[in-house]
Nanobody, 118 residues
Framework: QVQLVESGGGLVQAGGSLRLSCAAS????????MGWYRQAPGTQRELVAT???????NYADSVKGRFTISRDNAKNTVYLQMNSLKSEDTAVYYC????????????WGQGTQVTVSS
């Protein structure tokens, strides 16, 4: 198993910034990709940003230019710097990890609430 521990959520005013962190731990798995998804009430979980071992990144159109994903491979930790936050960014943010052990597995964090007040 891969355990994901998230931190950094909270309440912020519109236009403000937050930084989320997610640390992965677990043996016998090779982490391929890490990223962030979010889910607002009454909606489906959606991709926010992902990053691969090689440093390739992918962002949702709604966060491009405002959010930055980064990763410390040595620490197996992924970060999401969120700037210029909007009320529509309010959601539970989930850390995701795709890791391989003979085959590919998906792991999820417990989620951290981000609330942006207008």
């Amino acid at each position: 198993q891969v355990q994901l521990v998230e931190s950094g959520g909270g309440l912020v005013q519109a236009g403000g910034s937050l930084r989320l962190s997610c640390a992965a731990s677990g043996s016998d798995f090779s982490i391929i990709r890490m990223g962030w998804y979010r889910q607002a009430p009454g909606t489906q979980r959606e991709l926010v940003a992902t990053t691969t071992n090689g440093g390739n990144t992918n962002y949702a159109d709604s966060v491009k230019g405002r959010f930055t994903i980064s990763r410390d491979n040595a620490k197996n930790t992924v970060y999401l710097q969120m700037n210029s936050l909007k009320s529509e960014d309010t959601a539970v943010y989930y850390c995701h990890c795709a890791a391989r052990r003979l085959r590919l597995y998906d792991f999820w964090g417990q989620g951290t609430q981000v609330t942006v007040s207008s």
